[in-house]
């Protein structure tokens, strides 16, 4: 039973930063969408201005997507660091029950 409650625990990150990601997407998305729609059609100046920010947008998203990425596997890193140790541990603890027994 801890086996499965401890499964649900590692699995709760993983869904906080995908409906992190898709948050984000989804807002630029709309975001750019509604700056397309809302802005006024003519004028180079409005579309460079648009472009610019459509582009800063971009690459907002990508590095808050990369941060996002580099700390689901650094937490992925440390989960998988914890579980080694506590099957090490435990397989010491049968070894030395093993042990025990074979002593009687």
Not at 2 to 28: K, Q, R, S, V, Y
Not at 35 to 53: C, D, E, N, V
Not at 55 to 61: D, N
Request: glycine share 10%; no cysteine; proline share 2%.
């Amino acid at each position: 039973m801890a086996n499965h409650e401890h499964e649900n625990d590692t699995n709760a990150p993983g869904d906080f930063w995908a409906g992190l990601l898709a948050g984000l997407l989804i807002g630029g998305l709309a975001g750019a969408l509604a700056m397309l729609l809302l802005a006024p059609q003519s004028g180079k100046k409005t579309q460079a201005k648009l472009q610019r920010q459509s582009h800063e947008l971009r690459e907002q998203t990508t590095e808050t997507v990369e941060d996002a990425v580099a700390q689901a596997r650094g937490k992925a890193r440390q989960i998988t660091h914890d579980v080694r140790k506590q099957a090490k541990e435990l397989e010491q603890r049968g070894q030395a029950m093993l042990d025990g027994q074979q002593g009687r």
